[in-house]
């Protein structure tokens, strides 16, 4: 009798070679749109008018001049002598040559090109996972359409692609056991700490994963292949790591400044909750529901994943521009939910 890895292998012998390389074409050419049109509608939109961006570039040509990072706020009469860290230098610097190289263009190539970096990020993140191509470029577009409103020239971009080039890794290492990639991690927050201060987030996801190891050794229908010891190391190195920026490890004092300023929330539009007047903002919320019906389905316990939804619903409902990060925890555990068969790799016929 046949094994179902030895009739997976048959089927695949099967077929024919030309049929193969038409399904192959395309796949990439789905693949290409499910890359470029994105890209494209940023660029046809042309989204500039972010007030932030102006005070960015300024920043950029201030740290040229003086060929330092600022320790004071040089732009305001109320920072004059007063401690400041701009944690987004190295996004300054990029924002204000790219205008002085090509104007405002500039900013939208910046805007199309980490939009395009974060698609493919997510796909990869979801591909990963999920043997059926359609579904892993259904749930991609899904995810990329949910991030719209932020389709604007800000160091937000690094974060979300780090970000989920960090769950994509995290999650990998989870499943497998193998934890080669997770040593990626620390260079990966060493880039991040110098374009934005959210890198913090993902610090408190690894947090999460030490946690999981840890209880698994005293709760049995916990599931963790990796060591408490090894995940604590890498966690270690990505503290380390994100010091590497020019305020050291006083970065951590201006993240918790930032994170505790009272009534931020309120005062702050983009802050605020979503209104629920578009479509994405439904599209988040179905993504988030989504997700939530997987894990309460799921016949163990998936105590990692349940606790990131919980931290990511939390985030992301409680201010508009943080969508980003339920939106791509969702993708990761719908992806894993139901990842398909050999034979639905192949879905895409001229």
Known sequence: ????????????????????????????????????????????????????IWSHMRTGLWILEHRAVPQTDPFSVYGAGRPWQEYSWAFDLLVYKLYVAMGLKGLVVYSAVMLTAATMALHRLARRMQTDFIFAVL??????????????????????????????????????GRTRELFLLPVIFALWANVHIQFV????????????????????????????????????????GAMANPYGWTIYRTAWEVGSQPGIMNLVSEFKAMPFRSLQDYGVLALA??????????????????????????????????????VTVAVSILAAAAPGTPQSRFQVTF
């Open 289 to 326: 529901l989504a997700a939530t019906a997987v894990l309460a389905r799921a016949k163990r316990v998936q105590m990692f994943e349940a606790l990131l939804l919980a931290f990511a619903i939390f985030l992301s409902f409680r201010s508009e521009r943080d969508v980003w990060i339920v």
């Open 1 to 52: 009798m046949m094994t179902n890895s030895q009739e997976t292998n048959s089927a695949a012998a099967a077929v024919d070679p030309a049929a193969q390389r038409k399904q192959q074409w395309a796949q990439a050419i789905v693949l290409v749109a499910l890359y470029s049109v994105p890209a494209f509608l940023c660029i046809h939109l042309a989204i500039v008018g972010d007030l932030d």
């Open 201 to 240: 987030i993902g610090l408190l996801v690894l947090a999460l994963a030490l946690g999981e190891s840890i209880l698994s050794h005293w709760i049995k229908e916990i599931e963790a292949r990796i060591t408490p010891l090894r995940m604590g190391l890498v966690l270690l190195g990505c503290i380390v």
């Open 139 to 176: 749930l991609t577009f899904g995810a990329v359409f949910c991030l719209v409103n932020l389709w604007t020239p800000r160091p937000w971009w690094f974060t979300i692609l780090f970000f989920v080039l960090e769950i994509d890794i995290l999650m990998q290492a989870r499943r497998s």
